[in-house]
């Protein structure tokens, strides 16, 4: 990860520092370090690491199976309601829970 180095950061008014979405070998996540201030404007202006993060995990495609784990810093995941090591476990279906 290269770590840009800056004297101050100023986000101005709608400013946004995001990140590239992880790919399952690079992104994921927003770096920089700066020796002064970081400002964030007032209006609407952030930085935001929101949905760019480890891949969630898919559905259960029948009400007997489970859906599949989320991604983790362990791999990809596998079908199973137990936590993949900080990616989440996968959900199971209903019959109450079905959209008709």
């Known amino acids: 990860v290269t770590v840009p180095h800056y004297?101050?950061?100023t986000l101005k008014n709608r400013?946004?520092?995001a990140g590239a979405p992880w790919n399952g070998l690079t992104?994921?996540?927003i770096v920089f370090r700066s020796t002064g201030q970081v400002?964030?404007?007032?209006?609407?202006?952030?930085i935001s690491?929101?949905?760019?993060?480890f891949r969630g995990g898919g559905y259960a495609a029948q009400l007997t199976q489970?859906?599949?784990q989320g991604e983790s810093?362990?791999?990809?995941q596998t079908r199973s309601i137990q936590a993949n090591n900080g990616g989440g476990g996968g959900g199971m279906l209903s019959p109450s829970a079905c959209c008709i």
């Open 27 to 29: 992104g994921g996540v």
């Open 39 to 46: 400002n964030v404007g007032p209006t609407s202006s952030r």
């Open 73 to 76: 810093y362990t791999g990809l």
């Open 49 to 53: 690491a929101c949905g760019i993060g």
């Open 15 to 17: 400013s946004v520092i």
């Open 66 to 68: 489970s859906g599949f």
């Open 7 to 9: 004297a101050n950061v």
